[in-house]
T-cell receptor, first 118, second 113 residues
Framework: DAEITQSPRHKITETGRQVTLACHQT?????MFWYRQDLGHGLRLIHY???????NKGEVSDGYSVSRSNTEDLPLTLESAASSQTSVYFC?????????????????FGPGTRLTVL | GEDVEQSLFLSVREGDSSVINCTYT??????LYWYKQEPGAGLQLLTY???NMDMKQDQRLTVLLNKKDKHLSLRIADTQTGDSAIYFC?????????????WGLGTSLAVNP
């Protein structure tokens, strides 16, 4: 069955280290997204991509980067991890190139990665 | 600015109806969504409504939209313990190239046996 996976599911790292969170989907979706979920803030969009070689900043992109070298993967990199980046990170994907809010473009979410920066 | 608000907690007894409310500020919103997040899992789309509708029913779920008051609600009939989860309201916005979903903070629904 097609799916979206994230790895690792849990990660503990130290301040200043580079960390990469993996996201892999097998639906061949063009659109992929990274969110962070924090108490009191809900879901906030970090970066998103509408296709290979396309990346865009979301509302909380500082300190994060993504790359899209193929359709299936959108890794999220924290260049120099900070304690403020302790959070749960969700990857999502969606088919098509239509408007992000269109209902026929339901976002499918991965299971999440819990990242702790000490 | 863009804002979506929900109450943070709701507790109901098994078998009762649950009503989760959401208010939003952007009158240009086109589609409005309800997502469900079970413990330790990602979000799943439950249902959605287009802004020119005022009601949508899908089995135990009823979505009501009051566009004048910018108020969206999700009613779950005959609530079960398996309905315990966090429910997110999300509002779609289209404005040229700036197209995105605005998320509420989520309502944590606890269903007591």
């Amino acid at each position: 069955d097609a799916e979206i996976t994230q790895s690792p599911r849990h990660k503990i790292t130290e301040t200043g280290r580079q960390v990469t969170l993996a996201c892999h989907q097998t639906w061949n979706h063009n659109n992929m997204f990274w969110y962070r979920q924090d108490l009191g803030h809900g879901l906030r969009l970090i970066h998103y991509s509408y296709g290979v070689q396309d990346t865009n900043k979301g509302e909380v992109s500082d300190g994060y980067s993504v790359s899209r070298s193929n359709t299936e993967d959108l890794p999220l990199t924290l260049e120099s991890a900070a304690s403020s980046q302790t959070s749960v990170y969700f990857c999502a994907s969606r088919p098509g190139l239509a408007a992000p809010d269109a209902p026929y473009n339901e976002q499918f979410f991965g299971p999440g990665t819990r990242l702790t920066v000490l | 600015g863009e804002d979506v608000e929900q109450s943070l907690f709701l507790s109901v007894r098994e078998g009762d109806s649950s009503v989760i409310n959401c208010t939003y500020t952007d009158s240009s919103s086109t589609y409005l969504y309800w997502y469900k997040q079970e413990p330790g899992a990602g979000l799943q789309l439950l249902t959605y409504i287009f802004s020119n509708m005022d009601m949508k029913q899908d089995q135990r779920l009823t979505v009501l939209l009051n566009k004048k008051d910018k108020h969206l609600s999700l009613r779950i009939a005959d609530t079960q313990t398996g309905d315990s989860a966090i429910y997110f309201c999300a509002v779609g916005k289209s404005a040229g190239n700036n197209r995105k979903l605005i998320w509420g903070l989520g309502t944590s629904l606890a269903v007591n046996p």
